[in-house]
């Protein structure tokens, strides 16, 4: 895990008391919300409907337990006991008082954490694949090329007002665990002739306009990947539209000009950037490297895990992962229980989990872009411990990857965006499924919800997506199907006329029996639908 120096810390620290003055100043009403609004949002402090929410930075989703504990610290101390961990790997504290917020980043600081870049038209949090580290498909870890575009594009002179808000994803296997090609730009690192390199991908994204993104660069080598990533930038910053927000993404751009001429300026600009020196020396990579190096396992004493606990074995199954190491697993933490908030942990909660990363996870916690929370090294034969203690907390649903394990934004209940409630939609459909052998039966099957067509819960990315719609002063939910955004990427329809509150639930039962009937061995639901089509599925909906 990378650890700040003397100037990072100084940076953020500065940074802290920066704001504070400026918090002091709108609270004297020497400036005004519009003076005010652009210095709160760089330091990731939006005004909702009901208060102003903090998004906290967690880069590339990667916590030790004290950072951890900080995040449960706030939760108790400035927000009602709980925070939202986030699609993007960071956490949101919903009911945060404003004289309080300059506090909450010092406290922040103490754990070399901040909101900076959480906000606004800049590069955004790097994400990254929740098992990086542990996932024996990588071909390396790719948080060290996640901390290296961190720290290139955190106060980057050119990208601080890019034309709009800009993601990047860095990956290193093959099965794509962070959605990277539905990212601004997502890079896969792979090597090709024992060369390591990266394969390129931009102009993805949801929202207004969703999009895959396409190819533009089949192989980069690293040591040119992050001039090349700069060059892809300078074009978009150029030529990206700043008259309408709506048309302002690089998707936009690249759908326009087409990829292959967005691909011919990058390389004429990419000539132009790797004559300044700005890829990194070895020296300075293998400092990074560092940080990330494997934390000191033991031998594996050949011991597996005790099954004769029946709730155990199904945990074991479903929210167990394979490790690269022998005798070590990779746990995940479902914040998916029945008819909770996707996302939601509470203040004890996150505690609980720093405790367990001390004690059994080399002191690591990552966060996901499916909003649960992972321990990346634990030994097998502490899982019975692990999970026992994950029970006791009500953090142990063995939903993982399954129907109950929805994505939602936090909806009309916060979001001043939002045209519809997402919350309480994902809680009656887990409800709905709470049968844990039902949805086993079901097998993967990814539902995302959202309260808007920003599309902040991934809806077009679900096997099953549902988007609240305002009509006509009345809550709608659109309901979608055949989208993921795994490395088989692909965009949902919607299947027709929306439903009210009730109605969606009902239709997502009549879409999984649907499925259920029609499926081959071994189909998940989204195979079922690619074969045969989105008629069934209509015609068992709209009759």
Not at 101 to 127: F, K, W, Y
Not at 128 to 141: L, N
Not at 430 to 435: I, L, N, P, Q, V
Not at 450 to 464: E, F
Request: glycine share 8%; charged share 25%.
């Amino acid at each position: 895990m990378y650890k700040y120096d003397t100037y990072d810390q100084a940076i953020v620290d500065s940074r802290v008391e920066e704001f504070r003055d400026q918090v002091k100043r709108r609270l004297a009403g020497q400036i005004t919300e519009d003076q005010f609004k652009p210095l709160r949002l760089m330091n990731g402090l939006y005004l909702q409907l009901h208060a102003y929410m903090l998004r906290v930075a967690v880069p590339y989703g990667t916590l030790d337990g004290r950072q951890m504990r900080m995040l449960g610290h706030i939760a108790r101390k400035y927000d009602r006991g709980y925070g939202h961990f986030t699609t993007r790997q960071n956490i949101q504290y919903n009911w945060i008082k404003l004289e309080d917020a300059p506090d909450i980043l010092a406290d922040l600081a103490t754990v070399e954490m901040h909101a900076i870049q959480t906000s606004g038209n800049c590069i955004r949090n790097i994400s990254s694949d929740q098992y990086a580290g542990a996932a024996a498909d990588e071909v390396t870890d790719p948080r060290v090329w996640a901390e290296l575009l961190r720290q290139w594009s955190t106060f980057h002179p050119e990208f601080s007002y890019l034309p709009r808000k800009f993601k990047i994803a860095v990956i290193a296997a093959d099965e794509d665990r962070a959605a990277m090609r539905l990212h601004d730009i997502g890079i896969q690192l792979i090597e090709r002739d024992g060369q390591l390199g990266g394969r390129v991908f931009v102009g993805g994204g949801m929202g207004r306009t969703p999009m895959v993104a396409p190819e533009i660069k089949d192989f980069i080598t690293a040591a040119d990947l992050l001039s090349y990533v700069e060059a892809c930038l300078r074009v978009y910053n150029r030529y990206g539209r700043r008259d309408n927000i709506y048309k302002a993404r690089i998707k936009i751009l690249i759908h326009e000009l087409g990829a292959d001429e967005y691909r011919r300026q990058v390389e004429e600009e990419f000539a132009l950037v790797k004559a300044l020196g700005i890829d990194p020396p070895q020296a300075e990579f293998d400092r990074i490297s560092a940080f990330f190096a494997p934390p000191a396992f033991v031998a594996d004493d050949g011991v597996a895990a005790d099954r004769s606990d029946p709730d155990f074995a199904v945990w074991l199954d479903q929210n167990v992962k394979p490790h690269k190491q022998p005798g070590y697993a990779i746990v995940n933490i479902s914040l998916k229980p029945t008819a909770g908030i996707p996302g939601d942990a509470s203040a004890d909660q996150i505690d609980l989990m720093a405790d367990l990363a001390e004690r059994y996870s080399f002191d690591e916690l990552r966060v996901t872009h499916a909003q649960n929370i992972v321990l990346p090294h634990v030994r097998t034969a502490d899982l019975y411990t692990v999970w026992q203690a994950l029970d006791a907390a009500g953090l142990a649903p063995a939903n993982l990857d399954l129907i109950s394990d929805i994505i939602a934004c936090p909806g009309l209940d916060y979001c001043s965006l939002a045209n519809a409630r997402s919350i309480p939609i994902a809680q009656k459909i887990a409800e709905r499924f709470a049968d844990l052998g039902r949805q086993r039966e079901l097998g993967e099957l990814k539902l995302k919800i959202s309260g808007c067509i920003n599309a902040c819960g991934h809806h077009h990315a679900g096997h099953i997506g549902i988007l609240g719609v305002d009509k006509k002063g009345t809550e709608n939910y659109q309901l979608l199907l055949g989208g993921s955004g795994a490395e088989d990427a692909s965009l949902a329809r919607i299947t027709g006329p929306g439903f009210d509150e009730d109605g969606i639930v009902d239709a997502v039962e009549k879409v999984t029996n649907v499925y259920l009937a029609s499926r081959e061995d071994g189909e998940r639901f989204l195979d079922t639908y690619r074969r045969v089509g989105l008629d069934p599925f209509k015609e068992a909906l709209y009759g």
